[in-house]
């Protein structure tokens, strides 16, 4: 098959992650995690530096250098030579990503981060606006959904198996937040491209959703 990206979107908690990553294994690419690319941006500034003036952002965000090594769920971002810290996948950083993200000149510096790398590497691409923005001549493009209480409940799950302590109806509050943020902001609106699949992944297990991807995606190679 002469695949070179194929992009996977969608809110917070739809198991985006999951599936590319498996994704990525069976098909033997490089996976990108965009949403980590900006968890750690947030992560690294710190909290309130979406009120940052541009003037101040801007050289911040010049000292930052992202690469992708590896293939499959395996792969793995480096910041500045650096893995990602486990901290980033908490849920107040989120929160902070989701506010950072509303902001231009980070869009513009991560998108052309993540253009830069799949120039170089045919990628499974999960986050937010890939199909939509960054990659909108991709082939093959996916929009994940599902409905909040399941997103939650599987954020739950996920973050007391990585033994990070969380309150369910704390996480379900949050993610209404975030999509509200993420579907509602000026710059990139969470939406689906308009020649994406949506998928419910409220219906099925990872496997079904797995499954009916690479079954679209060896119809149409």
Sequence with gaps: ??????????????????????LADRLGISYLDTGAMFRSVAYTFGEGA???PVDKLVP??????FDLEGVGGNSELLLNGYPLPPEIRSEEVGLWASHIAR???V????????QAIGRTTPLVAEGR???????PEARFKF????????RAKRRFDQLRAMEMEEDLERIQAQIRIRDDQDRNRSVAPLRPAPDALIIDTGLTDVNGVLARILDVISRQS
């Design 143 to 150: 929009f994940l959904d599902a409905s909040i209480e399941v």
């Design 129 to 135: 606006d890939m199909g939509s923005v960054v990659f």
């Design 60 to 65: 911040q965000l010049n000292r930052l250098d």
């Design 103 to 105: 902001i231009p000149v």
């Design 1 to 22: 098959m002469n695949i070179t990206i194929i992009t996977l979107d969608g809110p917070a908690g739809v198991g985006k992650t999951t599936v590319a990553r498996l």
């Design 107 to 114: 869009r513009d510096f991560l998108r052309r981060n993540q």
């Design 50 to 52: 979406w009120e940052l």
